[in-house]
């Protein structure tokens, strides 16, 4: 698909958009809204901000999401993939530093859709994502034990190691009312889908637990006792207080955000592609993140991306336009002015329970035990990834992960390219050198795959197998598409070689990206065009009359055999 400033929700009504359509995508609108409150709170507490906040990002970033969106049914907002990167932000630069932080991840997102980096983030490999989103889920399920059961720790530790000693040494004051509150969410949440996928089981177990707590006033912990209350009207805009110190500090937690909320998105568009038959525009998608993490941070918000929980359920609930997307920020946006004072009530077990639940779904437990059937090196990718995650930081993991994917996917290619002498050619191959005769004094050599600069020195090693020096030298690139400056480097020193040598140095079969890059080097011309032939026999017949030797007569062209029957 062809990349253009041209959101879904602008195309929408160049079609038949039917009144029908409309009241289908109010319902799954408000349907989803409902859904993303409680993860909206839930989301912004787990990340060490208010829980106003969530609700802040899940109005403004939903509704510019659905608005530039490249997907017809993308649901944007905050997501359980932020939350150890913003409150790692949050606890070493405050929230002015994550909303300098989210600002530049935004300018990062935009350019990364007008430069159509859009399908280049779909290359991201897959043990690399599932090792984060792991790694991501098992950090979230661990900050979440405090709250669900009630520990009374004066001061938690940061790592994850120290976090699990803790709880065991403060296993005896754990609280039976907030455990039977987080436990009573969970069983909720796990059966009610068998009664109604409706009304989803977060809403009911929240609405359940509330008047549990407030008709018996149990001595439990709510976002009223540990936060006060909560705003009904979104902020005024402000804007940041920017220092080039700030930026110069914040710009590797931006680009982690800005990588997570391409990833996350796109594979959220995947997703709802693969159930709605449609097609996402994935550079303008990169677009709308960009501008909605541009514009949250104003309004008092956190990073937002593409939901695929909430995408999923806005599908499965009849929305089909950017309208119920709209409708969904519509709708959180009035709860919040006319329940929020509600929302205060709220059990923090509860919550704590609700985010144990998402961690789980967010685990991919079962691909992650998948992938040790696959090559070790990618269960080294996944493993690197998720460890580090884990026990050093989500930015050094996401760093760390795309550099050694790169790494191991050029070895795999070096490995891939085949340099070889002719002589040893496979037989079935009827191009190769089995029935031709090579003349004495004469060497070929062949390229098969990329010539690039993890197969450049295997190409210096090879051709060092020659013991005595050859009067003329024949490379045949028929399976070279493509050749980089290095591979153009080491090809530059064996043509000074083999000046020096006294050897004539012959081209065959090279393809049109070789041939202009030769061309603009200047090592066409150093090489000679008259030393570059369009096939092998032409090539085995410049050698003949180098050396004086009669030539033979050119083979008449291979057609394959239906080919010729067509003829």
């Not at 090792?131 to 530790?157: H, M, N, R, Y």
């Not at 695929?308 to 709708?331: D, E, L, Q, W, Y």
Request: charge should be neutral; include cysteine.
């Amino acid at each position: 698909m062809g990349f253009s400033f041209v959101p879904e929700s602008f195309c929408v009504f160049r079609e038949h958009y039917s009144r029908q359509n409309f009241l289908n995508d109010i319902m799954a609108g408000v349907i989803v809204g409902i859904v993303a409150l409680p993860l909206a709170i839930a989301f912004a507490i787990a990340s060490g901000v208010k829980p106003e906040q969530g609700i802040y990002t899940a109005v403004v970033a939903g509704l510019l999401i659905s608005l530039f969106s490249g997907s017809r049914v993308q649901i944007g907002g905050p997501t359980g993939a932020f939350i150890i990167v913003v409150f790692g932000i949050v606890q070493e630069f405050g929230y002015q530093g994550l909303m300098v932080a989210t600002i530049m991840a935004g300018v990062l997102l935009v350019f990364m859709g007008v430069t159509k980096l859009g399908a280049a983030i779909r290359f991201i490999p897959y043990p690399m994502t599932i090792g984060f989103t792991s790694g991501i889920a098992l950090i979230i399920f661990t900050t979440q034990i405090q709250d669900f059961f009630g520990f009374k720790i004066p001061e938690i530790p940061a790592d994850f190691i120290g976090k699990w000693v803790a709880y065991g040494h403060h296993f005896p004051t754990l609280d039976l009312n907030i455990m039977a509150m987080g436990g009573a969410t969970i069983m909720i949440m796990v059966f009610w889908p068998r009664v109604t996928r409706k009304v989803p089981g977060s809403v009911i177990a929240i609405v359940a637990t509330t008047l549990v707590v407030s008709l018996f006033d149990l001595p439990v912990d709510t976002i009223g006792s540990r936060f006060g209350s909560i705003p009904t009207m979104l902020p005024k805009p402000s804007i940041p207080r920017v220092t080039f110190d700030m930026i110069r500090e914040l710009i590797s937690p931006a680009f982690t955000i800005a990588m997570l909320a391409a990833i996350e998105s796109l594979l959220s568009a995947v997703v709802a592609d693969g159930i709605t038959g449609n097609r996402h525009n994935s550079n303008m998608e990169l677009v709308a993140q960009g501008l909605a993490n541009i514009v949250v941070p104003l309004f008092g918000g956190i990073p937002a991306t593409g939901a695929i929980a909430r995408t999923a359920t806005n599908i499965k609930s009849g929305g089909t336009t950017p309208v119920a997307g709209i409708v969904h920020a519509a709708t959180l946006l009035l709860i919040m002015i006319c329940f929020g004072k509600w929302a205060t009530l709220i059990p923090m077990g509860t919550l704590a329970a609700i985010l144990m639940v998402v961690a789980y779904h967010m685990s991919e437990w079962r691909y992650f035990l998948k992938l040790f059937k696959s090559p070790k090196t990618d269960v080294f990718v996944m493993l690197s990834t998720f460890f580090l995650t884990v026990f050093v930081d989500l930015t050094i993991a996401i760093e760390a992960g795309v550099v050694l994917s790169a790494l191991l996917f050029m070895n795999r290619m070096a490995k891939a390219t085949i340099i070889r002498r002719s002589t040893v050619d496979i037989k079935t191959d009827q191009h190769s050198l089995k029935d031709r005769l090579v003349p004495e004094g004469v060497e070929v050599f062949e390229i098969h795959g990329p010539f690039f600069f993890g197969a450049a020195n295997r190409f210096k090693d090879t051709l060092q197998i020659v013991g005595k020096t050859p009067k003329i030298l024949i490379i045949r690139c028929r399976h070279i598409l493509f050749i980089d400056a290095t591979a153009l480097h080491a090809l530059e020193e064996l043509v000074d070689k083999t000046l020096n040598d006294g050897t004539t140095l012959l081209l065959s079969g090279v393809h049109a990206q070789p041939l202009i890059t030769l061309e603009q080097s200047g090592l066409y011309y150093k090489i000679g065009e008259e030393n570059l032939y369009g096939n092998i026999d032409a090539a085995l017949n410049g050698a003949r009359r180098m050396l004086g030797v009669p030539e033979l007569p050119l083979p008449v062209p291979f057609i394959p055999t239906v080919a010729r029957e067509r003829e």
